[in-house]
Every structure is written in structure tokens, then in C-alpha cells.
């Protein structure tokens, strides 16, 4: 007799157990998401806005790497020379860079680009690199001359050259961009330009 109603009950209580375990997994899986309702005052918790990004920052503009003053070895003057004379007869056109049109510090600036050294292409900044020639009796083919616009008195860096050739103490031709004439070879010593010359530098 008591092995049959423990053999009856059995399968009732495993029906049950089922059953309850079925059911609280139901309860588990439906289980409401987290209230935003902050405890004690009733009201919604604020919702968190993404934080902004930062704006992107623009690249800071680098200064030019222009070579350094004594990095071209003197073999290279004649290139040097050679190449500013392939401009001869370049007509003058200010802020110009090539033999379309070209201005004087252009032309220094055109000359070296192309055996692959950057200068400045300002004049009164060209007039600063390097290192000045105390004296006109030590000027060198290779040499940047630089003159003032008027005769005589100081002022602004205006014009620049480049020494091609030292035929003689009162004989020093130097290749620049002429307003008038365009790119051509004078002397240092003609009346015209001895009384605007102000300095030379040798970049090199």
C-alpha cells in the first residue's frame, strides 16, 4: 500500500517542481528594465548628453626648411651661375618665379630650387641668410648683392643679384631682374648701382 502512493505521488511532485521552475524563469526573463526614477524624489533621473568632441585642430603652418647657410659646397657656384644665366632675357614681372616672368629675388630663389636648395624668396629676408662679405675686394662669383632704392641714402632692401664674375677690383658683374630690361648681367661699379649698394652675403 505504501508503495503505491509513493509510486502515485511521484510523478505529481515532479509535474510541480517543473511547472515552478518553468514559471520563475518566465518571471526572470520578463523582469522589467531598470526604473530611471531616482530613489526618494519621484522625478526621472536626467539622461546623460554624449560628450562633445573636441574640434579638430588645424595643423600649425611649419617655417620653411630652408638649407643651411654653408651647406652647398663652393663646387657648385659655377652650376649656380651657369643656371642664372639660362634666365638671361626673362622679362620682369613682380612675384613671377620662372622664365614666363620673374623678379629679382625670384630669380635667386628659381636658381637654387633647381639644384635643389631652398632659400627665402623675400629680398630684405635673403638679405639676412648667410654670412656678409665685409669687404668689396673679398666678393665672390656665388655672392648676393643688395641696393636701396635711392642713391645715397639708407633704406629698405629693394633690389638683389647674384655675382657671376670678379673681372677686377672695379669690375664685379652680377645677374638680376631689371624693371626695365629684364634678367641681365651689369657691373657693381656702374654709376647707377654703386651708390645703391647697402651689402653683400654669401649664402654658401
Given at each position: 500500500?505504501?508503495?503505491?502512493?509513493?509510486?502515485?505521488?511521484?510523478?505529481?511532485?515532479?509535474?510541480?517542481?517543473?511547472?515552478?521552475?518553468?514559471?520563475?524563469?518566465?518571471?526572470?526573463?520578463?523582469?522589467?528594465?531598470?526604473?530611471?526614477?531616482?530613489?526618494?524624489?519621484?522625478?526621472?533621473?536626467?539622461?546623460?548628453?554624449?560628450?562633445?568632441?573636441?574640434?579638430?585642430?588645424?595643423?600649425?603652418?611649419?617655417?620653411?626648411?630652408?638649407?643651411?647657410?654653408?651647406?652647398?659646397?663652393?663646387?657648385?657656384?659655377?652650376?649656380?651661375?651657369?643656371?642664372?644665366?639660362?634666365?638671361?632675357?626673362?622679362?620682369?614681372?613682380?612675384?613671377?618665379?620662372?622664365?614666363?616672368?620673374?623678379?629679382?629675388?625670384g630669380l635667386?630663389?628659381?636658381?637654387?630650387?633647381?639644384?635643389?636648395?631652398?632659400?627665402?624668396?623675400?629680398?630684405?629676408?635673403?638679405?639676412?641668410?648667410?654670412?656678409?662679405?665685409?669687404?668689396?675686394?673679398?666678393?665672390?662669383?656665388?655672392?648676393?648683392?643688395?641696393?636701396?632704392?635711392?642713391?645715397?641714402?639708407?633704406?629698405?632692401?629693394?633690389?638683389?643679384?647674384?655675382?657671376?664674375?670678379?673681372?677686377?677690383?672695379?669690375?664685379?658683374?652680377?645677374?638680376?631682374?631689371?624693371?626695365?630690361?629684364?634678367?641681365?648681367?651689369?657691373?657693381?661699379?656702374?654709376?647707377?648701382?654703386?651708390?645703391?649698394f647697402v651689402?653683400?652675403?654669401?649664402?654658401?
Open positions: 500500500m505504501k508503495k503505491q502512493f509513493s509510486s502515485s505521488i511521484f510523478p505529481i511532485i515532479c509535474t510541480l517542481l517543473l511547472t515552478t521552475l518553468t514559471f520563475s524563469c518566465e518571471v526572470f526573463r520578463k523582469a522589467p528594465e531598470k526604473s530611471t526614477v531616482s530613489r526618494g524624489r519621484g522625478r526621472p533621473a536626467p539622461t546623460r548628453k554624449p560628450a562633445a568632441k573636441a574640434p579638430a585642430r588645424r595643423p600649425t603652418p611649419s617655417k620653411p626648411a630652408y638649407a643651411k647657410p654653408g651647406a652647398l659646397p663652393a663646387s657648385e657656384i659655377p652650376q649656380v651661375v651657369q643656371i642664372a644665366r639660362t634666365y638671361t632675357g626673362t622679362p620682369y614681372r613682380s612675384g613671377g618665379n620662372d622664365k614666363s616672368g620673374i623678379d629679382c629675388s635667386i630663389c628659381s636658381v637654387y630650387s633647381e639644384i635643389g636648395v631652398k632659400v627665402p624668396r623675400i629680398s630684405w629676408q635673403q638679405s639676412e641668410f648667410g654670412q656678409e662679405v665685409s669687404k668689396l675686394d673679398e666678393i665672390k662669383p656665388g655672392d648676393w648683392l643688395f641696393f636701396v632704392p635711392e642713391a645715397g641714402k639708407e633704406g629698405y632692401v629693394s633690389h638683389a643679384g647674384i655675382v657671376t664674375d670678379v673681372r677686377g677690383q672695379q669690375e664685379i658683374i652680377f645677374i638680376h631682374a631689371s624693371t626695365s630690361r629684364g634678367v641681365r648681367e651689369d657691373n657693381l661699379f656702374s654709376t647707377y648701382f654703386k651708390g645703391r651689402k653683400a652675403m654669401r649664402p654658401f
